[in-house]
């Protein structure tokens, strides 16, 4: 049976190209992708990850009516992560839990590099949240604007190496984890540029990664704690409609 | 000058009398509220959380624009915390971050007694993000849902001293902070049933405690890092209308 | 292609039946099997643990010869896996480590059921080493020895659904994760006896966990990390014989 | 009805004008201030805070009999803190304590800038007795024992700037709190010098700092626990004198 | 060579009989005792053992100028272990700091038995300040104060065995250490009670530990760091007498 | 009565000299030494350590076969640590566990100066499993393999004292620990550079600094719990032969 994962990209910006998780598709998994219609153009603050949330809520909802049979989150700032697993009941995973715990699996401490430096108390915290700060090297920004990643992936290739090489030698990194999901596509030069420098360190993609890993979760038949994330009760909300989640 | 201080009772049910703050009123401080209009009829889960944000940043840019000196917002979840705290420059306080920083200052451990057992993750999330884990002796619930404890305040009350004494006998708390700003009112009730059960122990009622660390920030001219909450960059958000923070 | 995952069950007991994998194997997964020849006949104590590792070593090294895309140690202590790791390249996975990430992704705290209250400072210290203990609501035993597992099934079961119960009330557990590989098979189990109590809790079955995020980890490039584990320097061994590894 | 705060400074030097704290007396707030006649010139390490403890002590039960309404300890190292509390019933804050929460709910992480750096094991081990180490960015020392600092306020100031902007761009603190009391008075021209590097960054001058939150205590009738820091036990002390504590 | 270990019991209550270390003395070791003149009768609260404090230094100084090689504080608060490490040279040992890392070496986990629950708070923070919060099971009282504890022997010691053997099972204790230097004597008959109980536990009793500990310092030839524990600077002292360390 | 100390160098080499350690025997102290049949040559990685074991484990069932009264493994790896102490009786100690203790008693934060750099992960999670990370200060590396050490101690002994100076200044450590035991000898000639530089900060050798902690515990009769390490059960073992443990 064909395993169905379902990528809710968080914004209102097209930054996927239909053809992104081309490599994806095979006869044994099908990956489908939506964005939000109200929500902020690219996320780079808890204020623009706040109002994605309702969005990403909704299409969770959608995804499970449509059969698939889990969520991928695609945002480092994993919006909605918890609020969905209270809503919906296929596994939902966001990008930087699962690959700060994948990095966590394959060595000593990793180290995270992302857009700007203004995310390292989120990133700080999510890291506490998930209860990984004891492995996390910290944090590195190569200073590039998310929506301005695309336009000029060599320069955003060549700021990545650099600061993954930084966080390998001042941070003592052992695992590189990419901090943003628009970086999607250059863990492999990124790993080569550590190669050249010596150091044999993985890279993590964050969306394909936990796009394997939700397909690993559907395979072991394991979706999240609905003891940790009980649904929502019943009651009156403003503003605010939401599809109805099939019985 | 008087101190004016913007309450943000972060739900649209209509929880708060106008007489809850006249306490609060004097020359040297007034104290204004305001509910959503968008969002829950009550807080008790990560996704009813997530809908309040909007409405509060809303609220909060609008105190800000009438001049008020702080904001408080009303939820022992902390909703919007960051996010308001991003788009604002007055000082903007949550009464669980700040309500267990003054227990932690008050004590050696403190418990924390809120209305249902659900709540148990995002309370431990929260106290892992304030960095107070290693004071903190857990959490009790009184089983009671957030808009029924108003409906019959005497078994909140007795449900609350029970709960209370537990977490000074078993979690040995040296200090309870009532869970949900909905018990407001209850802490001299509580900390009298403590000192009935022989356990001299403060209980702090989150929303007054925080409105008097405002007026304390206030006098002390402090406000919130705009280093660790930078303004929001520009750019198109759909489906949300904010007001505009004059300049 | 097909993914090749080679178990190493590091005891010299028969424990496990050349069926109890017929479950994985497909067009695109072969699960390959082997046992030690020198070592304990189970594993209960580091003593037995430190006995199999220069087994688990020369088996890894045999799996990558055999042209296998990843190694699963079938074992809850994870005995060799970073020695093991130092030797090979393909990755090497231990049931312990995996598990324990995957139970930290699902919910919000996890509990493990195992054999013997003797392991109680193993788990504890591997908790640590892999940075979970925030995440970690304790360890229960069943009070079985692992060779004795497989002889009365059914008491095994209805001990551990007693003990996941306990778990979740007492040590307040979101996520249970068996603790001896000897429970293969025993999760479904034990998950419907967590729903008949009341729990909607997700119970990890370690192994087949594991299998599926070595998987997981093929289909994503993905292996150790060879900063955190460096070759073991040429020197001079005596009394040991491992298999040359294929350039 | 007005409050009363007494400050005591914990040293026999004449540190304090009688004009220090001319900017927080109005109709509600009243502070009074005394120092000791035993105990060292000034404070910086152990022996000395040793030296400090039976004068707070004795000038707390002064200040409860005197009837202030709170007390606050005029020194960084927070000496007699617990002692006091022991010993008398109205609050007694210590500036260090009180400073780095307020710190920790105003930003992402803390830095101290404070005299000597042989003061860092006493304010490492203050961060962790508080329970804040996860918080705290590290200690950074202006070189200058505390007598000097007021000798040359702008020589202080100057070295002050400096170290304030390494604990932002080094420590990556987002909140700096001056770390002694005799820097009283300097947190406004080190918040201008962040911000002239580029830093908007709040500056917590501890003293005036605990005394606002001092007051807050008063106005939501907050003490510490008696529970945490019960009344000595009736028995013989030999060669120390102290006041009677009213009853 | 002979090593010379002075103990200082730091009350002025004759707790110490003078046969009390004739199992220490040997040709290669002498044991010298001494006690205070001010201070407190005992020691059970932060202060009384602040009141302690000046009379420690000052006999370690003396026991510096006596020869002695080594000094021994005779409480389980350690007070003044810090302040006399600054002042003097040779080793200053604490049993609390010692017992608690022995016990860490021993095994899993220690326990704390000591006379009064409310020494809770100060324990803990002497553990957290130790860095040892993660080896540390927790802490049970007999509910005897220190000065009946001799009164009526056999009482402390099965009071002692009860809670070892509450420690061992409800806290997961795995080596106990009496919490109270006038439980000296005791630790033979606490462990042959847990033996009897079933649990082959050590248990240490911490001055004899520390006085082997001690010697052990001085036949290795270390001391405490000058680095952490520098001298105080010179400057006038007001109220205190100290002898002068001999140069 | 003599005390009796085994020493087992966990390695094939001839890297000891008999007249290693005429230092330690006196009429009261016996030192004994050997080393492994089978193993390896050197113990630079986690695979090299786990061949180490077995061999630990027959050396320490001989020792106390022997009447020894305690073992000392010669090793900063600490390799069979916890194996041992499962089969034998008498105290085991490790020279890293029991080195970072004693560095946590003399000082605020340690600093540990080893070989190579890729030891880092082992270091790391010893020193968590040991439970000390909050008083690590981190790690330093000379770059020189095990058996090079001896070849050239001048060489060895002026790179141990640059990188115990970087260690004080920029990892701010308190404490030096030697971290091979191939640097037996060293400690004197670094506390030299180190006090030169301007450091009064204690280096601990740690087989000696064991030696006399294990002579400690004899005289203490203090052994490791043996409700932590709890002997292997009866069963199986194939393709190792162990001496039997005299009754």
């Given at each position: 049976?064909s395993?169905?994962?379902?990528?809710?990209?968080p914004?209102t910006s097209?930054l996927?190209?239909?053809?992104d998780?081309?490599?994806?598709q095979?006869?044994?998994?099908?990956v489908?992708?939506t964005?939000?219609?109200?929500?902020?153009?690219?996320i780079e603050c808890?204020?623009?990850?706040?109002l994605a949330?309702?969005?990403?809520?909704?299409?969770a909802?959608?995804?499970q009516?449509?059969?698939?049979?889990?969520?991928?989150?695609?945002?480092?700032?994993?919006?909605g992560l918890?609020?969905a697993?209270?809503?919906v009941a296929i596994?939902v995973?966001?990008?930087?839990?699962?690959?700060l715990h994948?990095a966590?699996i394959?060595?000593?401490?990793?180290?995270?590099?992302t857009?700007?430096?203004?995310?390292?108390?989120?990133?700080d915290d999510?890291?506490?949240?998930?209860?990984?700060?004891s492995?996390?090297?910290?944090?590195?920004?190569?200073?590039?604007?998310?929506l301005?990643?695309?336009?000029d992936m060599?320069?955003?290739t060549?700021?990545?190496i650099e600061?993954?090489?930084c966080?390998?030698?001042e941070?003592?990194?052992?695992?590189?984890?990419?901090g943003?999901?628009?970086m999607?596509g250059?863990?492999?030069?990124?790993?080569?540029?550590?190669?050249?420098?010596g150091?044999d360190?993985?890279?993590?993609d964050p969306?394909?990664?936990?796009?394997?890993?939700?397909?690993a979760?559907i395979?072991?038949g394991?979706s999240?704690s609905?003891?940790?994330?009980q649904p929502p009760?019943?009651?009156?909300i403003?503003?605010?409609?939401f599809?109805?989640?099939?019985?």
């Amino acid at each position: 049976m064909s395993k169905h994962i379902r990528v809710i990209t968080p914004i209102t910006s097209d930054l996927r190209a239909a053809s992104d998780f081309d490599g994806f598709q095979s006869p044994s998994l099908t990956v489908t992708t939506t964005r939000l219609e109200t929500g902020p153009a690219s996320i780079e603050c808890e204020f623009e990850e706040a109002l994605a949330v309702p969005g990403v809520v909704a299409r969770a909802i959608e995804a499970q009516n449509d059969g698939a049979n889990a969520v991928v989150i695609d945002c480092m700032g994993d919006p909605g992560l918890n609020a969905a697993r209270e809503v919906v009941a296929i596994p939902v995973l966001g990008p930087c839990q699962t690959a700060l715990h994948l990095a966590a699996i394959s060595g000593h401490k990793f180290g995270v590099v992302t857009v700007l430096e203004r995310l390292e108390p989120l990133f700080d915290d999510m890291v506490a949240t998930y209860g990984l700060t004891s492995k996390y090297a910290g944090l590195r920004a190569v200073d590039i604007p998310v929506l301005e990643l695309e336009q000029d992936m060599e320069r955003c290739t060549c700021a990545l190496i650099e600061q993954a090489i930084c966080s390998v030698i001042e941070d003592r990194a052992h695992v590189v984890v990419l901090g943003c999901t628009g970086m999607l596509g250059c863990a492999e030069a990124v790993r080569a540029g550590l190669l050249d420098a010596g150091f044999d360190v993985p890279v993590i993609d964050p969306v394909p990664a936990t796009i394997w890993t939700a397909a690993a979760f559907i395979d072991m038949g394991l979706s999240h704690s609905k003891h940790s994330y009980q649904p929502p009760p019943e009651k009156p909300i403003a503003g605010y409609e939401f599809p109805v989640l099939d019985a």
